[in-house]
């Protein structure tokens, strides 16, 4: 870890608004304004933005750019049209999960990846190893800030015209150009502001004008975990494979990429343990870390705003993995009972 | 809406952030302003069993942030004779009134003179000030 933590360009923003600011992944960040619980409830029934800058954007462009990224990505890029976007992973030759993100096809020949802050480093450094000549990649976050507002009145707030999820377009917003992203970690309708850093003030301060609510970093985990994004880092990472995690919608099989024999092999056996879903029966928090009676354990886990209720995921052994199952989590020396439950864990009623 | 800062001066505190409302042998336990805006808005409160003992200085029970687990420290010994229920059905009560409704378990003491010990509001202002 880095001594000096990093600022996004609306750190100054954050302070004013009260933020309590706490370190991720090497970036002073906004945790909490007002309230986890109101900022959750706030995007699940309006709006909320979300300061994501620290994340990492590559840009990878040549004639050969889709043949380093299909080599090296799990999902098949070959299936986007400039403007779309996929959910795909980057995978070490064991079939683990180097990190999760989302590749944007900007041109014929023109890549974005929008990766986890924490990993920027390290997916940099694994794509230039295998770049191939007609392949560039560059590193332009620095360049970059990214607002996700996000919520079933987002768009409505920002006054931008329906679009499908996982598209994305280029458009001005009070002045500031700004890619628009269909795109989000909080399970509801929203959008991704990519913007150029030296906007991002301007951006944040034109959506906020727009009643859209500050949210941190906390509520950004509950929401994930509530439709169980997973989070890299707690619920996947190198030494676990996208089958057991759920992921293999986001595998192209039958294609080649690094780790696919693995992955093929897994999917053909069946994993030995799954990623599961769960929700406490007795009142308690499951956390990080927590071992599942059998074998398993808690990956993510948090209180849900929504259900008001203990809820997580985490790995157990294929044979629990079935909705309805009994788990007991060890809540530091207290067994305390959950039942698996299929995902997403929270789904809006309508 | 959570609570102002406040500490009462009827109250005597320990430095763990924890306040004792002692009158005659019993004692109402409960944690202080600082703390519950330290943990944010309280999700969960673990308690102890009526009829246990709490040892002074020794962790009683928990509570829980969205975010963050807290040990609860005892500022006095002895045997719990009620846990608040309301808090554990309703943990935010704590965000809005610590002292009052919001209070977390309450005691027979086993050392009644363990409360010279304890720190009047000057006293526990001044470890706030440090932190």
């Not at chain 1, 598209?167 to 509801?188: A, C, I, P, Q, W």
């Not at chain 1, 759920?246 to 690094?258: I, M, P, Q, S």
Request: net charge negative; with cysteine.
């Amino acid at each position: 870890m880095p001594e000096t933590l990093l600022y996004t360009p609306l750190h100054e923003r954050h302070v004013e608004l009260g933020a309590r600011m706490v370190p991720f992944a090497g970036w002073e960040m906004p945790v909490q304004y007002q309230g986890v619980i109101a900022e959750h409830r706030a995007v699940r029934t309006d709006g909320g933005v979300f300061d994501v800058s620290h994340m990492g954007e590559l840009e990878v462009e040549g004639p050969r750019a889709l043949e380093l990224l299909q080599a090296t990505l799990s999902n098949d890029l070959d299936r986007l049209e400039p403007g779309e976007a996929q959910y795909t992973l980057l995978t070490n030759e064991d079939g683990g999960i180097v990190d999760d993100l989302i590749a944007y096809r900007v041109g014929e020949c023109s890549y974005l990846l929008v990766v986890n802050a924490g990993n920027r480093a390290v997916d940099y450094a694994w794509l230039k190893e295998r770049e191939i000549p007609g392949s560039d990649v560059r590193d332009v976050s620095d360049d970059c800030a990214l607002l996700a507002v996000q919520g079933p009145r987002a768009i409505e707030r920002l006054g931008l015209p329906p679009a499908r999820p996982f598209t994305f377009s280029e458009t001005s917003l009070d002045g500031v150009e700004v890619m628009v992203n269909r795109t989000g970690y909080t399970g509801e309708d929203g959008c991704e502001l990519l913007c150029m850093s030296e906007d991002a003030v301007r951006l944040w301060d034109a959506v906020l004008e727009r009643g859209v609510v500050p949210c941190g970093l906390g509520a950004r985990d509950t929401l994930r975990l509530e439709v169980c994004y997973p989070l890299h880092g707690n619920d996947i990472g190198p030494d676990t494979d996208a089958i057991s995690a759920g992921l293999g919608w986001a595998c192209a099989l039958d294609k080649e990429f690094e780790g696919v024999e693995t992955l093929r092999r897994v999917k053909a056996e069946g994993p030995e343990r799954r990623l599961v879903a769960f929700v406490m029966k007795d009142k308690a928090i499951p956390r990080h870390a927590m071992p599942i009676e059998g074998g398993g354990e808690v990956t993510s886990g948090s209180h849900s705003p929504m259900l008001d209720i203990g809820i997580g995921m985490g790995y157990v052994p294929s044979a629990m993995a079935q909705p309805e199952t009994e788990l007991t989590i060890d809540v530091r020396g207290r067994p305390r009972r959950a039942r698996v439950v299929k995902k997403p864990i929270y789904k809006r009623e309508d | 809406m959570a609570a102002a800062e406040s500490y009462p001066a009827d109250l005597k505190y320990h430095s763990e952030h924890d306040w004792a409302r002692v009158e005659g042998d019993e004692a109402t336990l409960g944690i202080t302003w600082f703390a519950v805006d330290a943990l944010g808005e309280l999700v969960h409160f673990e308690p102890p069993e009526a009829g246990s003992s709490v040892t002074k200085d020794q962790s009683y029970g928990e509570v829980e942030s969205v975010k963050a687990v807290s040990d609860l420290i005892a500022p006095l010994s002895g045997e719990v004779l009620e846990v608040n229920e309301r808090v554990i059905d309703a943990p935010e009560t704590v965000n809005d009134d610590p002292y009052g409704e919001g209070w977390l378990i309450r005691i027979r003491l086993a050392e009644p003179s363990e409360r010279e010990g304890l720190l009047d509001v000057e006293a526990y202002r001044k470890v706030l000030a440090q932190t």
